[in-house]
């Protein structure tokens, strides 16, 4: 790929670091996991959307500006470099809308995705279950078919942003005599604020309620909320699964703005060469990280479809933000360890890196097997 951008890519970035600079807070937002801070950012989602900011590469009709992914990419390093505030939606932008416009209907795009892009619905992700995390096949939540619909039963752990989220979407087993586990599960989108559901949020080390366990009992949900054909859930949840680990989950706008702040970080606290490597280390990973995935971009749209190797995507941001913010927090010292600073913030939330979207582990499988053919490990 080429990456000397051209005059019209530029001319994107210019007005989009135009518009951040007139419109991001001059002061951080509370913390997104808080009432007070989901509030705030939901705001920010709207305040986005009235310029056409939050979700640039979608088409027009949906509150994009059908932008394409390699001004996705460059939107999002202004974004960072900007310090604008992080994004509440980002489990229905990254996640739920990629499926929706791979696998939902005309209908459920219009219905679903302009209160998306303007934060006025807000989406939690609901896969994991006790038994089933990486695991995913085992799950044992339940979709029983009913008069238009479905009926919903069973429990949903570690479900992002469902403390405050307004709506939902997640597999569920609806045919319980299918010869395989990944066989005979279904994809629906739910209210989190429907007859049955109990939500009980769950703290993060901090305190602060970053994730929730799901509750359900005998939910119901309109056939208009089945996302593909009924028992086709696990080839789209490995569609989402692959935007998710490859591309739209952290793009490295995120990680070159992160390895510029430690850099200052590290001068402000007299360059101490005992840090020196690591920083180094930070700034170098990030422009390798920015190249490999706009070569990813490149594939894409040359045709190719994401594939195992998302798996390298996956493990090498999640390592990589644990050691940049590890090491930040060695520089601040004591400051770092006590004080609520976004640099504590950013550790604690680093440390579930490894495991949320497929653990570290189940990747390296991946990458093991498919990449390079390596036999099948024991399970």
Do not use: C
Not at 113 to 128: C, D, I, R
Not at 131 to 136: F, T
């Amino acid at each position: 790929m080429d990456l000397a951008f051209t005059r019209e890519e530029e001319a994107f970035r210019a007005e989009a670091r135009a518009w951040l600079t007139a419109h991001v807070p001059s002061e951080p937002l509370p913390s997104l996991e808080t009432a007070e801070g989901f509030a705030a950012h939901r705001a920010w989602e709207a305040e986005l959307a009235a310029d056409r900011w939050s979700v640039v590469d979608w088409p027009t009709e949906y509150g994009g500006r059908d932008a394409g992914l390699v001004r996705w990419l460059l939107f999002e390093e202004e974004y960072y470099a900007a310090g604008a505030p992080g994004r509440v939606n980002q489990n229905g932008v990254s996640l739920l809308a990629p499926t929706l416009f791979d696998h939902g209907t005309r209908e459920q795009r219009a219905r679903v995705l302009p209160s998306m892009a303007g934060g006025e619905v807000v989406w939690a992700q609901a896969w994991s279950e006790p038994e089933a995390g990486s695991d995913l096949a085992s799950l044992r939540s339940k979709a029983v078919r009913t008069a238009g619909g479905w009926r919903l039963s069973g429990q949903k752990t570690w479900s992002s942003r469902a403390a405050f989220a307004d709506r939902a979407f997640g597999l569920f087993r609806s045919d319980p005599d299918a010869p395989k586990p990944h066989q005979g599960l279904t994809y629906l989108m739910f209210d989190l604020r429907a007859p049955g559901v109990t939500v009980r949020p769950t703290a993060r080390l901090d305190g602060k309620p970053a994730f929730a366990e799901l509750f359900l009992d005998e939910v119901f949900v309109p056939d208009e909320d089945v996302i593909g054909e009924p028992g086709q859930g696990w080839r789209i949840a490995m569609s989402t699964a692959g935007n998710e680990r490859g591309l739209k989950l952290r793009s490295p706008g995120r990680f070159l703005a992160a390895a510029d702040r430690l850099h200052r970080l590290w001068e402000a606290q007299g360059s101490p060469a005992w840090a020196g490597d690591r920083v180094a280390d930070a700034l170098i990973g990030a422009r390798a990280y920015r190249l490999f995935t706009f070569a990813a971009a490149s594939r894409v749209l040359d045709g190719a479809a994401l594939g195992p190797e998302s798996s390298l995507n996956k493990v090498f941001w999640s390592e990589y933000d644990i050691a940049l913010t590890e090491t930040a927090l060695d520089l601040l010292g004591a400051q770092g360890e006590l004080a609520d600073t976004d640099w504590s913030e950013r550790y604690v939330f680093s440390l579930a890196g490894p495991i949320y979207a497929g653990t570290n582990e189940i990747q390296r499988d991946i990458i093991a097997e498919r990449l390079l053919g390596l036999p099948k490990g024991r399970r």
